[in-house]
């Protein structure tokens, strides 16, 4: 069993920067797929970002802004949010899965979820 905690998470404004931590324990997690999802009132959960088998992957519309990474001895992995925009306000959720295959983006592939970390951005 993984247990993942989401903090970092915060009422910022438009423009600046914020770090999200995810904190796995339960399980070692050098060998999982890794990802942040996010769900904005009334919509659906999207993909943001992944880490698997040593690839990232970036949804469109935080490539370049946006940054994963993880470190494995603290079994802890990071979004890294610049510039942050009007649009980006979320509960933002990290997963994990022990299959490197585990499609990145889809989050119906992953087996265990935190329970989100809320971020609101005001212009």
């Known amino acids: 069993q993984v247990q993942l905690v989401e903090s970092g998470g915060g009422a910022v404004q438009a423009g600046v920067s914020l770090r999200l931590s995810c904190a796995a324990s339960g399980r070692t997690f050098i060998t999982y797929a890794m990802g942040w999802f996010r769900q904005a009132p009334g919509k659906e959960r999207e993909f943001v970002a992944s880490?698997?088998?040593?690839?990232?992957y970036y949804a469109d519309n935080v490539k370049g802004r946006f940054t994963i990474s993880r470190e494995n001895a603290k079994n802890t992995m990071y979004l890294q949010m610049n510039s942050l925009k009007p649009e980006d306000p979320a509960v933002y959720y990290c997963?994990?899965?022990?299959?490197?295959?585990?499609?990145?983006?889809?989050?119906?592939?992953?087996?265990?979820w935190g329970q989100g970390t809320e971020v609101t951005v005001s212009s």
């Open positions: 997963a994990a899965s022990p299959n490197l295959n585990t499609p990145p983006r889809v989050g119906g592939a992953y087996d265990y």
């Open positions: 880490w698997s088998g040593g690839f990232t």
